[in-house]
């Protein structure tokens, strides 16, 4: 990752946090200070000046994407409002063709974190990515009640070229 230097990094704050490409009066020391704070990092720089943006509103959602993901956590969660949520503070986007994305460092900083839950069993996790994790929790019936999601790739599961743990 190419890190910015400080013009480009207070641009990048300025367009997220106050919708501009300077900083509005008024803001330009505390946004001096955040840009020395993120150390030209565009992410970081885009998740703190999306924090500060006053203006919380996205357009309608128009994606069957993102209606898909809608319609599986809405019973439980309050999908609409937290994805609006995580897109305003930049932690999800939308690619071109209406597809909710993560970046991967966020994506690995939350499998650190749900690792954390138990380095050794995946079946103590509250989240399990790994097919073979998955596939070894389910055959071996070792799932508890701290499980929430499950990811099977049926393909690996189909070529079994994997070891049982």
Known sequence: MRLLNDDESLELLSRHAFGSKIPLAGFKELALQAVQYCEGNPLALEVLGSSLFKNNTIPHWQSKDI???????????????GIKTLINRC?????????????????????????????????KRSRVWLSIDTYNILSKGMGSETIEGLALDMQVLSEGNFAFK
């Open 67 to 81: 209606d898909y993901v809608v319609k599986i956590l809405e019973p439980d969660y309050s999908a609409t409002s």
């Open 91 to 123: 932690l999800l986007s939308t690619s071109p063709n209406k597809k909710l994305v993560m970046h991967r460092l966020l994506q690995d900083m939350g499998k650190n974190i749900v690792r954390q839950e138990s380095i050794k069993s995946p079946a």
